[in-house]
């Protein structure tokens, strides 16, 4: 520690750090990845401080993946609690503490630390574990052969994320969470106002012509919707369980008893809104690969082993779930800088997943990348605990893809969502030639 704290700290030069913080930015996909490469490789801990007194709090930029995995697993030095776990501007997070007391609209798993964490984690841990997923296995399956026949009779042209990326996860989480077909399109919608709320085209309001009060109280109105609706799903399923997740957070306990309105609330708006933008993204992402390497699509309609490898470099490549917050539990130093108690920090997965000391050519998209050791699902105690799933929707979306679908082409540009949180392609025109 003693090198770090001689000297001072080092700080992201302004346009470095305004494209940090700048959901447009991460609209460019490669002028995004230059930006971390650059500054991966001269300032990997850095400083983020606003412009503007008050805007938000300064935080540390961790780019490196060796420092991100370190934070990551050091859960009892790097906290989630009590700054918010997303970047937020400071208006946003007072906004929060007149709304609901805490720094954060919705409490859930990503905001607790231990040992508040691991009791909650545990109630449906066992869920998402792959032996319990092989229950469910068929349903998906054949849901997602619906989604490819349904995408094969609006073919040949089409945008895959509306048709086939953006729904297909939807429907798996709603499934899971026992909402029934005809609420999906609202809960959509509340999703995109407080995930892709930063792009005018997924938020679907206009968001883009409000001004900084209108849009969180839009948020909030979402948040409230959710737990208005969840409240009413729990206590039907108190009523009448089911083997669904629903029921198991409805009927959960912790020391004894069941969680506070608000707890459970979060816990089914972090599972209806973890599981469907993150995974549509890598689809989406997967799919733009393969299309536009058209050999790659015959080899693996040839030899259906290469699938999982498609779909874990299609979960790195993309790395959808583009950062998260951390707090500093005492001082620390990291990659030579002093970290003082109480700092906020942001680990940066996108940049992380793009450090070539750790993937050979990083922003190739290759399916044999061994080992691939990637970051997108986090590691240590939050790692996504829908990870499992994840790769199980991917696979078998895939699978029915490549029974059904005998060439794919693009057939226009692909476009980006402009979001800092979670991020990934809301457009994806294809041409799709089937069997
Ligand atoms: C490709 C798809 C996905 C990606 C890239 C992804 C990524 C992530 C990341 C980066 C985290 C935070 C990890 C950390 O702090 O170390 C996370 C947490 C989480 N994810 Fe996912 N996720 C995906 C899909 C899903 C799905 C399908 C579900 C469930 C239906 C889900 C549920 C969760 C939950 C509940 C957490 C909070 C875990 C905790 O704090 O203990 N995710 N995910």
Redesign the pocket.
Known sequence: MASAARGEPAVLPTPLAKAVIDPHAYAEWDGLLDTFDLIRATTPVAKVVPQEEGLFEPFWFISRYDDVMRI?KDNATFLNNPKPVVFSFNQAIEFSRAATGSDMLVDS??VFDAPI?PKY?KLTQDWFMPRNLKRIEAEIRALAARTVDAMIDAGPELDFVEKVSGPYPLRV?MQILGVPTEDEPRMQMLTQQLFGGQDKDLSGTGMDQMSPEQVIQLVAGAVKSFEDYFAALAEDRRANPTDDVASVIANATVDGEPLPPRDMAGYYI??AT??HD??SA?TAGAMQALAQDREQWARVRADRSLLPGIVEEA?RWTS??QH?MRTAAEDVEVGGQLIRKGDWMMIN?VAANHDPTQFDDPRRFDAARSPNRHL????????????H??RLEMRLLFEALLDRVEKVELAGEPKRATSTFVGGLKALPLYLKAV
Do not use: D, E, N
Request: charged fraction near 5%; charge should be positive; include cysteine.
């Open positions: 990551s798993l990503v964490h984690r989480v972090i599972v973890a599981g993150t995974t890598s979960i959808p779930v998260f997965y997108a699902f986090g590691a240590g105690a939050h790692q996504c605990l829908g990870l799933l994840a």
